[in-house]
T-cell receptor, first 114, second 111 residues
Framework: SAVISQKPSRDICQRGTSLTIQCQVD?????MFWYRQQPGQSLTLIAT?????????ESGFVIDKFPISRPNLTFSTLTVSNMSPEDSSIYLC???????????FGPGTRLTVL | QKEVEQNSGPLSVPEGAIASLNCTYS??????FFWYRQYSGKSPELIMF????GDKEDGRFTAQLNKASQYVSLLIRDSQPSDSATYLC???????????FGAGTTVTVRA
């Protein structure tokens, strides 16, 4: 599998501010995804990051709150905008490899909003 | 109705025993099935995937799939304390690249 890195690994932010999370893959991948994992919960897909076009958002997630960029096949960013304490979560990026849609995850970004 | 359901935990097993994890899914068009292991404070790690009915073995792990019953399971043989983690079942729906995740089952292996 490709090696995925994320920055920052964790952050503590004030409400009303924004944080941009970076995801870097060490090889070109066609599909990248962003997930949220709230405390004690499973993974919820936020959006699919599409190279060269707008991200595809899941129900309940909007571009104004979670703008995503995908400038090339190895990099993507997720911004959490106008944060509130409810945004405190782990944010994970993943890539899709293989013919059976296997996904591999980065180490995650642990976000705490005060 | 949730798309992917896992047996509620936590599941506690003695060291050396078999841990059995179950997962059911609602979409009959599902084609690929995945088991992820997530240690506390870490990201999910893919440990098994299966797409054909029957059993698939990898070391101490066996995945079992029964599409007619819409059921997939994971057996961990000779459980070790290092197997203590949350196990997430994920399902890929046909003609879609996305995964749907279950809520996870937390396994504790008692030494």
């Amino acid at each position: 599998s490709a090696v995925i890195s994320q920055k920052p690994s964790r952050d503590i932010c004030q409400r009303g501010t924004s944080l941009t999370i970076q995801c870097q893959v060490d090889s070109q991948v066609t599909m990248m995804f962003w997930y949220r994992q709230q405390p004690g919960q499973s993974l919820t897909l936020i959006a699919t990051a599409n190279q060269g076009s707008e991200a595809t958002y899941e129900s309940g997630f909007v571009i104004d709150k979670f703008p995503i960029s995908r400038p090339n096949l190895t990099f993507s960013t997720l911004t959490v905008s106008n944060m509130s304490p409810e945004d405190s979560s782990i944010y994970l990026c993943s890539d899709r490899l293989g013919p059976y849609n296997e996904q591999f995850f980065g180490p995650g970004t642990r976000l705490t909003v005060l | 109705q949730k798309e992917v359901e896992q047996n509620s935990g936590p599941l506690s097993v003695p060291e050396g025993a078999i841990a059995s994890l179950n997962c059911t899914y609602s979409d009959r068009g599902s084609q690929s099935f995945f088991w992820y292991r997530q240690y506390s404070g870490k990201s999910p790690e893919l440990i098994m995937f299966i797409y054909s009915n029957g059993d698939k073995e990898d070391g101490r792990f066996t995945a079992q799939l029964n599409k007619a019953s819409q059921y997939v399971s994971l057996l961990i043989r000779d459980s070790q304390p290092s197997d203590s983690a949350t196990y997430l079942c994920a399902v890929n729906v046909a003609d879609d690249y996305k995964l749907s995740f279950g809520a996870g089952t937390t396994v504790t292996v008692r030494a």
